[in-house]
Structure formats: C-alpha cells, structure tokens
C-alpha cells in the first residue's frame, strides 16, 4: 500500500497532466457518491388520495350499497352477474325484465311490489343529495358530482311518478314510469358512478 501511495506520487510530481487527470477522478468518484446518497435518502413518495377524496368514494359506494338494498337487488350488486332477478326485484317488479338477458315480460309485472320498492328507493336517493350537500367534491370528481346533483332530481321524480302509477294498478303505467326513471338515470348517473368508484359495475 505504502510502495503503491509512493508510485502515484512520483507519478503525479513528474506528470502535471496525470496530476489533473487524478485529481478530476478523485472529484468524480466525490460527485457520484454524494448524489447516490442524496436519491438513497429521499425517495419520490408514492402519490395517495387525500381525506377529501376518500371521504367522497366513501359515500358514493355507501350510497350504491343502500339503493341496491332498497332495490331488492343485492344479488346484481356488482353490476356483472347474470343471474334471475328475485320475485322482489325492482327490475323485475317495476321493469318488466325476469332477468338481465331475457325480453321484457308484462306478465312479472307487480305494482303493489313496486310501489313498495320505489318508496325506498326515494329515502335513499333524497338522502344521498342530502349527503352531497355536506360534502364537497374533488376536483377530479366536480363534473361527476354535477351530474349527481343534476339528474338524481330528475330520478326523484321518476320514482314519485312509479308510485303514482303502481297505486293505480295498471302495469303498463308502471313499465312507462319506470322507463322514464330509467333514463334519467342511464347512462349519466351510472357513468358518473363508475367513475367515481369503479369497484362495482353500476346499472
């Protein structure tokens, strides 16, 4: 070691261009070890939501969560199943359709079941605008949360108007009440759903 610090030494004395060229080295070997320190000590933090946006998708799956109940739906709550809609399902009762797959039928038609079913549905779609009242959106979520506040008015409505047409008994103003609420909700309130929290399929 001690032979090895002389050679270089002598080197260097005799060579001025070979005691630059050390000395450029030493201030690169230098520059390199500081900044893998520096990138070692300060690693780009991985982004997360804040409370804000959490707060928000909270209260949208909350919200989805309830309706599906009201709806007698919870078996479609994912939105990807394929399965038979129950005797006491909105879509059924109100909707004509004895599955996702199969035609309308008026004869699974029932006004009194959905009579009873938009009732509900009414308590949580008011409550969710309720809801949203007290809690602002994120910016990434304002177009999404207009949409709520725009449309789910219009569903309220809807389903006042398929509890009118139940209490009359006649199917066909059911199916009629129930398509109009349909459209308000389809597809701008399920898209806006989707996007907002995008752990269910919402339809």
């Not at 949208?60 to 399965?83: C, M, N, R």
């Not at 409505?157 to 398929?162: F, I, L, N, Q, T």
């Amino acid at each position: 070691m001690i032979l090895r610090s002389q050679t270089v030494y002598w080197v260097v004395r005799a060579n001025p261009l070979g005691r630059q060229a050390l000395l450029l080295l030493f201030a690169l070997v230098v520059l390199a070890a500081c900044g893998g320190s520096a990138a070692s000590s300060n690693p780009t933090p991985t982004p997360t939501p804040d409370s804000l946006t959490l707060r928000y998708i909270a209260l949208v799956h909350k919200y989805w969560i309830a309706y599906k109940t009201a709806e007698g739906d919870l078996d479609h709550l994912s939105g990807t199943s394929y399965a038979p809609f129950g005797a006491d399902d909105l879509p059924r009762v109100c909707f004509g359709y004895p599955s996702p797959r199969m035609p309308r039928d008026l004869g699974v038609v029932d006004p009194a079941k959905c009579g009873r079913l938009s009732t509900a549905i009414v308590v949580v779609h008011e409550q969710f605008l309720s809801d949203l009242g007290a809690t602002p959106a994120p910016v990434k979520f304002a177009s999404d949360d207009q949409v709520f506040r725009n449309q789910l008015p219009k569903a309220i409505a809807d389903v006042k108007s398929m509890i009118s047409a139940s209490s009359s008994g006649s199917k066909e103003a059911v199916v009629q009440a129930t398509t109009s609420y349909v459209h308000d909700m389809i597809p701008a309130v399920t898209d806006a759903l989707d996007d907002v929290d995008p752990s269910f399929v919402h339809n």
